[in-house]
């Protein structure tokens, strides 16, 4: 059993001149089975092969092992360079490319290859274009809905700050989930999140609701990063007054020593009372566990959400 995290890896010179942070030991439940499967393997040749990247490989995910088996690839649209730096995040900063014309259709020839029944689409932050990208992501959804029209498609998107209009795009493409991650409480944004806006990012996910109530939502945090259980409450009943349907909460992990500090590891009791709470406040489903990220068990949950919104409504 190892873990996926490089905390060597080079890949941050914007990152440089931060100060070194400790790295604790990570608990027994912190623990991923290397990818070593032909599954494995036949899902990174597909990737390779429509010249994609995924999340899964910049981010540094955890259970790329797990998902990549089951040939369950998040596609991370618009290259692979950022133009944030969150503190907490492994995907690079810096200046990005030109947007590939061709990648609607190589993202929608790999969900094709892979056989996928529900797909997540994500991104990098592009504050650089007019839209942020939103009419990007329409593009994508179409290039899917023509291709594989059965593939459900959720979309993990930037928060388009300062770009109007954007979101109506992406919500006007009809995508089956709208997910955006708060990733943190309001009181740390500045430190984990210093590109973002807590309630602008809330105010999003309410918008979606307001422009398309049938779609579900869905938005995530992060916990270990110095957040108090308050903290983490008073963000369920945030995302409960925006009617967000579905949260994750997962464990921080620290991708390099340029990153920010894990200050302490939640366990896998803690992670099940988060869980109940939540799901006393009304959300439709809750994933809280050391290891749930927002695509993990993407498909099963959008069956589980899907269930639970018809028992809602009798």
């Known amino acids: 059993m190892v ?9 941050h010179p914007e990152k440089a001149n931060r100060p070194d942070t400790p790295v604790l030991p990570k608990p027994e439940w912190i623990r991923v089975k290397a990818p070593v499967s032909p599954e494995y393997e036949r899902t990174r040749a597909i990737v390779r092969e429509n010249k994609l990247t995924t999340v899964c490989e910049e981010a540094g995910c955890p259970n790329i092992g797990e998902c990549w088996t089951q040939r369950h690839a998040t596609m991370m649209i618009m290259g692979a360079i950022c133009t944030r730096a969150c ?55 179409r290039a899917i809905r023509a291709r594989r029209p059965e593939t459900t498609i959720e979309v993990l998107t930037p928060d388009f700050l300062r770009k109007p209009g954007a979101l109506e795009v992406v919500v006007e493409a009809r995508p089956d989930v709208f997910n955006h991650n708060l990733e943190t409480v309001p ?117 589980r959400m899907k269930a639970a919104r018809r028992a809602a409504q009798g």
């Open 87 to 141: 503190s907490f995040c492994n995907v690079a900063t810096g200046k990005p490319l030109a947007l590939d014309a061709d990648e609607p259709e190589n993202v929608a020839n790999a969900v094709e290859k892979l056989g996928l029944a529900h797909v997540v689409i994500t991104s990098v932050d592009r504050d650089d274009l007019d839209d942020g990208g939103a009419a990007h992501f329409a593009a994508v959804i």
């Open 3 to 11: 873990t996926l995290i490089d905390n060597t890896k080079p890949r």
């Open 187 to 303: 009181g740390l944004y500045l430190k984990i999140r210093p590109g973002a806006r807590y309630f602008h990012s809330l105010r999003l996910l309410q918008r979606v609701k307001e422009l398309d109530p049938t779609m579900f939502t869905k938005s995530g945090i992060m916990v270990g990063l110095g957040e108090t259980r308050e903290d983490v409450l008073q963000v369920m009943d945030d995302m409960r007054s925006a009617d967000i349907d579905f949260l994750t909460i997962g464990q921080y992990l620290q991708p390099t020593r340029k990153h920010a500090e894990v200050k302490s590891f939640v366990t896998p009791d803690e992670f099940k009372a988060f869980e109940r709470t939540a799901l006393s406040k009304g959300f439709l489903i809750v994933a809280a566990s050391p290891l749930t990220r927002s695509s993990y068990h993407a498909d099963a949950d959008f069956a």
